[in-house]
């Protein structure tokens, strides 16, 4: 069983060194790497020396854009297996094994996810559920994140290119989301995706609640809140992914932890804007949010 591992990068080299390696280091080594370089410059040449490792490496060139680097690895792909890891992330020994066993134990299996962590076993990325089962769009947001996503080749063909209006520098603001969306397209072509909260990939969790870490909250918040819109979730969802930040906003305000309040607002705000907008008017004006204030 072979993987094709799609790894979109830029700005990094040492993270990519640390993935790369840990890549190297696994026990199921019939895989190869697809790395799909934003960089302007050639950073990642050197780590990047098929010399190196046991596996070939497919290094291509694409335009900004999470969801498009991934559409170009997409197309370049020959795995049976296909997985999207982070620029960031690290595998730990063993589970590229452990995934291929689960996809050979169950033949129906069309994918797998799994949580993340930060390498000293506290959570990163989000929250995520501690129940293993199937996938669907209501426990999708709390069992799958990009990293931790495994696939058939004939799932990724099926459900196809991920949208390019959301992730990390789309030319829209939904900045985040793409692998949700592509999770949900997958689940309502009848795909059966499996959530093994043991199945573990390792990625940083640097949340300082600063300025420019409110700035990416909202952006997320954008891209989940278009994801919603996207779907046509049921009202009841849409205001308790509102209502949930805003009630952490309070929380935090009752604790004196100001900066964690503005962080909790900020997610809160980018739902509610991204649910109000409209793909096609999708523009840089439109709920553009300035202290709490939207404006066209």
């Keep these: 069983m072979k993987f094709s591992l799609i790894l979109a990068t830029k700005g990094r080299v040492a ?22 370089d934003q960089n302007e410059d050639d950073r990642l040449k050197t780590i990047l020396s098929p010399v190196s490792f046991p596996f070939p490496i497919m290094h291509l060139r694409s335009e900004p854009g999470l969801s498009r680097a991934r559409n170009v690895g997409l197309a370049s792909a020959t795995g049976d297996i296909i997985s999207f890891p982070d620029d960031d992330c690290w595998y730990p020994s063993g589970l590229l094994a452990r995934v291929a066993s689960e996809f050979q134990r169950h033949p129906s299996l069309d994918g797998l996810t799994g949580r993340s962590e930060d390498g000293c076993g506290h959570p990163s990325g989000g929250s995520f559920s501690r129940c293993k089962g199937r996938v669907d769009t209501k426990n999708v947001w709390k069992q799958g994140i990009s990293y931790t996503i495994f696939l058939r080749s004939s799932v990724c063909a099926a459900v196809g290119s991920f949208d390019e209006e959301l992730g990390v520098g789309a030319s829209t603001r939904f900045g985040s989301g793409e692998e949700t969306d592509y999770l949900i397209r997958t689940i309502k072509l009848g795909f059966e995706i499996q959530y093994l909260p043991d199945l573990v990939v390792f990625h940083p ?60 607002l900020a997610i809160a705000r980018g739902r509610l804007c991204g649910l109000l907008s409209e793909r096609s008017m999708y523009d840089t004006r439109l709920c553009a949010f300035r202290a709490g204030v939207r404006r066209r």
């Design 205 to 264: 969790n640097p949340i300082l609640y600063n300025r420019n870490h409110c700035i990416k909250a909202f952006r997320y918040g954008v891209g989940m809140g278009r994801v919603l819109s996207k779907h046509r979730y049921a009202t009841s969802f849409d205001l308790y992914a509102i209502l949930r930040p805003l009630g952490g906003a309070v929380l935090s305000l009752f604790t004196l932890q100001v900066p964690k309040a503005a962080y909790h």
């Design 15 to 36: 993270e990519v060194d640390r993935c790369v390696r840990s890549l190297a280091a696994q026990s199921h080594g019939v895989l190869e790497l697809i790395v799909v």
